[in-house]
């Protein structure tokens, strides 16, 4: 009988591979890969029963967390598949009882919150939506990566929201997609995006 199909995951917390750590502990991952419009999600389930993971291996919101799912055997045997989930940071932290557990959510968002909360009002004057996305992604620290054409903007006014509404906002406008994945702001085209294999 060959060896069966089956999905493993690995995790770096702030650099360091957790994969002897999670072990004995992991109960399931989800990875959500968003199309558009949002963040992508990596949401970390975890028995908790000895409460080690509110002592000695306690982990912090702001914490760095790199994700991999590899499926094994999975269109033959001996052939893998490794999936990079990209980069997140740790966003939500939560402990349940009766067994205890502990659950890990994770955004692919930067580690200054202020992407997502803080409110701006700012007039652009022309410029293009790939320049617009360009000044935000600095301001971040993030990387971008856009597909497809860019479109001419003479002004437009980003009034009391936040830079990842505003941006999302201006790309839905163009019939762009946008997303943030792996530490970068990542703009495309998704009807192109889905023809490719």
Not at 29 to 35: F, I, K, L
Not at 158 to 180: H, P, R, W
């Amino acid at each position: 009988m060959g060896d069966p199909r089956r999905v493993s995951a690995g995790f770096r917390f702030n650099g360091k591979n957790m994969k002897e750590e999670l072990k004995d502990y992991l109960t399931s991952v989800t990875y959500t890969d968003v199309a558009s419009g949002s963040s992508d999600q990596l949401d970390i389930a975890i028995q908790n029963i000895e409460m080690d993971w509110l002592n000695r291996k306690y982990t912090v919101k702001g914490d760095r967390v790199d994700g991999t799912i590899t499926f094994r055997n999975w269109e033959k045997e001996g052939r893998d598949k490794r999936l990079s989930c990209g980069i997140f940071v740790l966003d939500n932290i939560k402990y349940s009882g009766g067994p205890l557990a502990a659950q890990f959510g994770c955004l692919a968002i930067p580690a200054n919150g202020s992407f997502q909360t803080r409110e701006r009002t700012k007039t652009w004057k022309e410029v293009t939506v790939h320049g617009i996305a360009k000044e935000i992604a600095g301001k971040y620290g993030l990387q971008l990566n856009c597909s497809g054409p860019d479109v001419k903007i003479n002004s437009i006014e980003q009034s009391q929201k936040t830079d990842s509404a505003f941006l999302y906002e201006i790309c839905n406008t163009y019939g762009m997609s946008m997303k943030v994945y792996n530490n970068a702001i990542v703009i495309y085209d998704q009807t192109s995006q889905e023809k490719k294999s």
